[in-house]
């Protein structure tokens, strides 16, 4: 197959004939106008490539943020059954990344790439679990395994679409230049959808938010019948609409993620970046995962990151409790969710301020900025580790989707436990699923999950990124690498 594309290449004008000297004094393949064109990604493929990005965000800041009280508070799941489905959940989706990961760097070449066919297989069963994951069951018994089955679907055909999608990102070219460009385009995008995903389940489930029955006022004994049937009237119609609109926002989702990888698969070619490189040696799951753990700024690189979406999904699972309960804005919980997007700051001072709606929404505004640089921007420096592994080790390639799959699992473990442990501690607090007021203990719990224990973890990461070893000069020099290293 490898002799067949290298065939078509050297037949359609692709292989140059001749060399020249490059900006740093190597020797490179000469191109005609019309092949750099070829090499060059146009703004278009930029784009479709960073939509593909859309769904993971999406999907993942709408369970994030919403998950964890859907659970408790309209499926009416004992806060101990809601912390197994998270954890559990979460734990079985960290347990896949690497599997999918070795499946797809041992997927053979095909005429859509070795990632794309993943991607497009893995799109409609994926949807279709994360929408019944918003539904729920007319049976009480077994209501907690429906949704741990149908959780753990959707995080295992997530992890088929993004675990591809991610490491897509070194077969999109072999400059470093475009692959950087089309990376930060998939930052932004990102960032959007994360917007994009809160707003959609926010402002549709804000929209069914209706007050608590034990906050009206039962002022005429008299009535006492009457106002008991009214209150179980409009807890019947609260409860209805609450779930109706759950299963609006996750179709409305759901229809936007098949888009989303409609565009990136027409608007992508994958491409081959393995034949110009010494021929590659199928190793062993285990040997591939010895090589790319032992790499030295992959470890630092994970462990940062790891310490930073701890942090992230610690705050991201309990904040909308958080605005609810605590702050007492049960009205505006949504809203404020679509303008925060974490920071240190926001976690110190919301806590610390008496509880004030004004200055909880100016504070999240000055706190989005810090999202990307804390949680996003790591994954723009993935490439340059896979870069240094390939000049370290120019006879072991192809371990892409190993390096983008332990990356995706230590996130995804982070959320599990995350997840798992604060909702724990909000049993072990007295939390009670569908009251409008909680005790001075969860509320307590509550503002320590979104603000010490998250401070914390990002000071540790950001010491280990403090160690990390790949500077401009040593990205550069390897660059020039593997410019050479094409060339044998």
């Not at 007319?138 to 753990?152: A, S, V």
């Not at 230049?177 to 959609?200: F, P």
């Not at 994958?270 to 021929?279: F, H, I, P, R, T």
């Not at 280990?464 to 690498?481: A, L």
């Amino acid at each position: 197959m490898e002799r067949e594309h290298g065939a078509e290449q050297f037949s359609s004008g692709l292989l140059p004939t001749a060399k020249t000297v490059n900006q740093d004094g190597i020797k490179v393949p000469k191109l005609s106008p019309q092949q750099e064109r070829k090499r060059a990604l146009t703004v278009w493929s930029k784009v479709c490539f960073a939509i593909g990005g859309a769904p993971y965000q999406i999907t993942g800041s709408a369970l994030g943020f919403f998950l964890q009280i859907f659970l408790l508070d309209v499926a009416l799941l004992d806060p101990l059954n809601a912390s197994v489905i998270l954890f559990v959940g979460r734990a079985w989706d960290a347990v896949t990344d690497p599997t999918v990961g070795f499946l797809v760097s041992r997927t053979p070449w095909t005429r859509h790439g070795r990632m794309m066919p993943w991607i497009l297989i893995s799109t409609t069963p994926a949807v279709l679990c994360y929408f019944l994951i918003w539904v729920v069951p007319p049976i009480e018994q077994g209501k907690m395994w429906w949704y741990l089955l149908f959780y753990c679907l959707f995080q295992t055909l997530q992890t088929c679409f993004h675990v591809p999608y991610s490491a897509l990102t070194m077969f999109i070219s072999t400059e470093q230049k475009e692959r950087d460009s089309a990376t930060a385009y998939r930052m932004t995008v990102e960032v959007l959808g994360t917007v994009v995903g809160t707003a959609i389940q926010g402002q549709i489930v804000g929209m069914a938010n209706i007050p608590c029955i034990n906050s009206t006022s039962l002022t005429n004994s008299s009535h006492h019948s009457m106002h008991g049937n009214n209150s179980q009237i409009l807890l019947d119609s609260k409860v209805f609409n609450e779930r109706r609109a759950y299963m609006i926002a996750s179709a409305v989702i759901s229809l936007i993620c098949v888009l989303c990888a409609v565009v990136l698969f027409f608007g992508v070619t994958e491409q081959d970046n393995q034949s110009g490189l010494k021929a590659q040696k199928h190793v062993s799951f285990r040997r591939g995962l010895r090589l790319v753990m032992s790499h030295g700024p992959y470890v630092k690189l994970v462990l940062a990151f790891l310490f930073t979406s701890l942090a992230f999904m610690l705050m991201e699972g309990n904040f909308a409790l958080f605005i609810k309960y605590t702050l007492g804005f049960r009205e505006d919980f949504q809203n404020i969710l679509l303008v925060i997007m974490w920071a240190v700051p926001f976690m110190i001072v919301v806590v610390c301020v008496n509880s004030n709606l004004f200055v909880s929404y100016i504070v999240s505004v000055a706190a989005g900025a810090s999202v990307a640089a804390a949680f996003l921007l790591p994954w723009s420096m993935l490439p340059d580790v896979v870069d240094d592994f390939k000049v370290q080790n120019p006879t072991s390639q192809g371990h892409e989707a190993i390096f983008y799959s332990f990356y995706v699992f230590f996130t995804k473990f982070a959320s599990g436990v995350s997840l798992g442990v604060s909702t724990l501690a909000l049993s072990f607090a007295g939390y009670v699923p569908g009251v409008c007021v909680q005790s001075d203990s969860v509320n307590l719990t509550l503002k320590m999950l979104v603000s010490a224990a998250p401070v914390s973890l990002i000071a540790l990461g950001l010491l280990v990124f403090k160690t990390y070893p790949i500077n401009e000069e040593r990205r550069q020099y390897n660059n020039k690498q593997l410019q050479l290293l094409l060339l044998q």
